[in-house]
């Protein structure tokens, strides 16, 4: 057996640890496992591959993987699991960057030789590059809005979808013309850096509560330009380990746009967000709302058989985790049966209130996904929301005019109690009215979500 | 086209259709952490950046770009597996028991 297939053999140990990575996921118990059996496989690629024939440059590479790797640790461990979306969206656009530098980088190396380049090579560094780089400029604005560093709202300007399109054309263009023999480094670099610019573009018109969708998107994206990098190098591990990541990510694109009930297009170029209150809305919203006091949604509480908690994205916002699993664990000690009802985009990212909830402690059997929720409001006592409003909307289910319309939702309405924490009467992150917070059988508990269920603890305590 | 093209072909189509199997698989609770694994996992183009980066003889300028994509795609490997690892480090189920123990 010779060097090279000692290390192709290396590679597919690799390959074989991603996949059982993936496979260990489909359970909580087994998935940590699955994780460590990925990163034995990483470690092995990377061992192999500095076994590689010809590899100069040991020093520096060491040198600088020795500096990096903390420093991706030690971001890791920082981060606030709140913080999530934003590190995934970096990474995302880390891993992208990358493939766009070895693909440029082997551009360099192969191109300038009398014989062109075979036709799969330069297809593949031209994809590689041009995806990569939309992938890296896309993940730092879409880290930009998550952190706030800019506004999270979609930015739109006249002409943008028109100007986007013809950038993309332009983009196409170089990359035929690379393709078609003109393989001069300086089409490639116009290539990387007008991607960049679309990657920018690209994101800015996508609202904060699209996100989900966005980072899922560029997920994918950054798997196939490692896909392509691998078909760049000729190497099987890059090839699958990137792919597997395009399928996740893609899958993921769909599910969230599917819990939105949005075509990709519409999420992608629809700016929302920018849609204005439709008249039927405001109309439903002049009701009266009811408010109330903690002390009375105690007792309610107190004195249910079946609690489901909807917890939205401001339950995180006002880091009311904690609090919340107090209250449920005091429910519980009064018999109380409780449950929590967890939208498909109850956070930034696909799963991400699931995340915020385990670290508050909350057991993973306590939490329903939509489907299986559903059918089980019309038993439940009282549906506490907290800081959650577009994914209770009867309008989505109800009314045709709205703009979530066909959005799939949590009928909270069919329980018999429901109970709405809220800071003010704002609208929610869509910027629509919520006809549930006039409907009889809801009250309104308005303040801060972590100050009210602290209050809603102590009153259960003395229930 | 050449054999060997096809068969990286082949491989990716396969990777594709035996991706969609096994993530549609994984629950919706755990889909944040599968963003952040396979995160970890595309960080698998630092073997790429490796290699690009151990050819002899190369210009300056194009030794910092390749240097460069090996520090991104370390960061991006070790940064995503470690967060992966803290997250379903998380993940408990109920304890068989604890409401008693609770009341007790």
Known sequence: MSRSDGISLAYLVTIVCFILALRFLSSPARARHGNWLGAFGMAVAVVATFVQPGLTNYASILVVMAVSAPIGAYAARAVRMTAMPQMVALFNGVGGGAAALVAFADFHNSAPSPDRLALNNSVAIVLSALIGSISFAGSMIAFAKLQEVMPGRPITYPGQKVGNLALLAVLLGLGIAVVAGYERQWVLGLLILGALAFGVLFVLPIGGADMPVVIALLNAFTGVAASATGFVLHENVLIVSGMLVGASGSLLTLMMARAMGRSIANVLFGAFGQLQVSAEAIAASDGAVRPTTPEDVAVMLAYAQRVVIVPGYGLAVAQAQHAVRDLATELEKRGVDVKYAIHPVAGRMPGHMNVLLAEANVPYDQLSEMDEINPEFDRTDVALVIGANDVTNPSARNSPGSPIYGMPILDVDHSKNVVVLKRSMNPGFAGIDNPLFVDPKTVMLFGDAKDSVEKLVAAVKHA | ?104
């Open chain 2, 1 to 104: 086209m050449t054999t060997s093209f096809l068969i990286e072909l082949t491989v990716l189509i396969l990777a594709a259709f035996l991706g969609v199997e096994v993530i549609s698989k994984v629950p919706t609770l755990l889909h944040t952490p599968l963003m952040s694994g396979t995160n970890a996992i595309h960080g698998i183009v630092v073997v790429g950046a490796i290699i690009v980066a151990g050819i002899p003889g190369q210009p300056t300028w194009l030794r910092i770009v390749t240097l460069a994509a090996v520090a991104l795609g370390t960061g991006n490997a070790v940064g995503g597996f470690v967060v992966t690892d803290r997250m379903l480090e998380m993940f408990k189920k109920r304890k068989p028991g604890e409401q008693e123990q609770q009341e007790a």
